[in-house]
């Protein structure tokens, strides 16, 4: 496939039609070929390069200019990635990198004053933000430039540069020590066995003398919980890491705490002591800490809140919904979604579309449950490109119901042959086992309502469907059990879904 059509299919339609903007930010020429490349690049169905050639220069197929044109094309890719992800980078790295590269610039220029006061500056914010291998690049700078009239002592780069270097090659250590982690939990994800997060961490921290890093460092800290989330989020083992997660927080605000620069660090692990609880059905407590949260965006952390703020209300607006204050969460998720001043990242818009038609399902308002996902004017190939494949059929098997409850039967059995036919090979693996059953048990039901309150129907959906124990049972995918189940007691949904998710464990 086309370089250039495979980074420009990466972007959102807001980063396409930003990058357009972009490449005609000098408006002195008419027609021009990179642009007509950049268009000819979005169509649907990828053309081959003699068809680009024959399209650009139909007077002489001009084989030369065209692959100096992608070349031109492709930095200019390069050059909006590098602005767009200094403007979004969290972590302050891209803007001592560019004060770092303005600083070389103004040497060149024989402006020293200025180049060592961005120098300087760029020193203060690698310091405060822990950017230990910037902070090196910008010390060897500064001795190279110690002999300017405006330099700092020499003696004083040096001790500093050796104090740096110390930290450097710890993050060196960390690197190679989170990639080890990452790797031991993958084989144990992959071999099927219990995921001992704590043990494997603390084995590898100690073989690279990393264990009191750790809770000085909470940079470190994130990651080491990032790896492990990741291996939780596949196994859906969140009964083992809500113990883990909170425990390592509690011990960092109990030993150095954060400080004002490492707030992303501290907002990150709060959500994701809140996920967890969420996902584990605790959903006061998850409150509690969605609170501490948002208190934090409202004062230290206030640089995370457009972040943050997203995450914050959505999770809030579920547990809500969990812990029988429905219209409160409605209204919640309402004022985000509808929210015109507010641009959502596609994740969160997603997210939060999904999970609003799924309130509105719930207080049996069907009709706005499906204008909400057809408003989302998405495809399915760019939704599970941002939220994977799991999250499409969760999409589909929502709107396979909505059509049911509109009474559309025809609609909604021909909408689960296209998600089986489109997905076999998928649907066929063992990690979707239930979402296969599921499709199998709608179709029979939607075919012969009746059998819903049978004996034989219930035997079936216990035959069919494995249930996990209740840590580790999926509170999404229960909410689509819940309504098969709703039906086969004649009962209404969302009470059903209470009684599921504060049950020991789930049964027909």
């Known amino acids: 496939m086309d370089d250039l059509k495979i980074i420009l299919d990466t972007f959102s339609s807001d980063e396409v039609r930003e990058f357009g903007h972009f490449l005609q930010r000098q408006k002195k020429k008419k027609g021009r070929k990179d642009f007509a490349l950049y268009k000819l690049m979005l169509l649907k169905k990828p053309l ?75 020193e203060k914010l690698a310091q405060q933000n822990e950017q230990f291998g910037l902070l090196n690049t910008i010390f060897h700078l500064q001795m190279e430039k110690a002999d ?20 450097a090659e710890e993050d060196e250590r960390a690197n190679i020590a989170s990639s080890l982690i990452a790797q031991r939990l993958r084989q144990a994800r992959g071999g099927g066995r219990f995921l001992a997060f704590d043990a494997t961490i603390q084995e590898v921290l100690s073989t690279y003398q990393l264990g009191d890093a750790v809770s000085q460092r909470p940079s470190l800290l994130y990651k080491l919980l990032q790896i492990a989330r990741s291996a939780v989020l596949v196994r859906k083992d969140f009964f083992s890491f809500e113990p883990y997660v909170i425990g390592q927080y509690q011990r960092a605000m109990a030993t150095h705490g954060f400080s004002k620069a490492n707030q992303l660090y501290r907002v990150s692990i709060l959500y994701m002591m809140a996920h967890v609880l969420y996902r584990n059905r605790k959903f006061e407590a998850s409150n509690r800490y969605l609170s501490e949260l948002y208190e934090a965006l409202q004062k230290e952390a206030l640089a995370q809140h457009t972040v943050f703020y997203p995450r914050y209300v959505l999770l809030k607006a579920a547990n809500d919904a969990f812990l029988r204050q429905l219209p409160t969460a409605v209204s919640t998720l309402e004022a985000l979604v509808f929210d015109k001043k507010l641009t959502l990242q596609p994740r969160d818009f997603l997210t939060a579309r999904l999970g609003l038609s799924f309130l509105y399902f719930a207080q049996g308002a069907f009709q706005k449950a499906n204008q909400v996902l057809l408003y989302m004017d998405k495809t399915d190939k760019w939704c599970e490109k941002i939220m994977g494949l799991e999250w499409v059929l969760k999409k589909k098997l929502g709107e396979v119901i909505l059509q049911y409850e509109f009474g559309n039967l025809d609609l909604a059995l021909d909408q689960i042959q296209a998600v089986e036919r489109k997905y076999k090979e998928v649907l066929s693996q063992p990690m979707y086992q239930n979402a296969m059953a599921f499709l199998k048990l709608l179709q029979q039901f939607f075919l012969q309502p009746d059998v819903a309150s049978r004996k034989v129907f219930l035997q079936q959906v216990e035959a069919n469907l494995v249930f996990g124990p209740v840590e580790q049972e ?3 995918s229960m909410s689509y059990y819940a309504w098969l189940k709703s039906k086969m007691q004649n009962r209404n949904y969302y009470e059903v879904l209470l009684e599921l998710s504060s049950q020991t464990a789930p049964s027909p």
């Open 148 to 167: 300017s009239l405006h330099a700092d002592p020499l003696e004083e780069t040096i001790q500093k540069w050796e104090a740096n270097k110390l930290l």
């Open 48 to 122: 081959k390069s003699q068809e680009l050639i024959q399209r650009l220069y139909p007077e002489d197929g001009n084989a030369t200019a065209y692959y100096a044109l992608r070349k031109r094309l492709m930095q200019q890719l390069t050059d909006f990635i590098v602005l767009k992800q200094r403007t979004d980078d969290p972590t302050a790295g891209s803007s001592v990198m560019g004060l770092l590269s303005l600083a070389r610039y103004l040497f060149d220029a024989q402006a020293d004053r200025l180049a060592w006061n961005m120098l300087r500056k760029a």
């Open 474 to 476: 999926d509170l999404p």
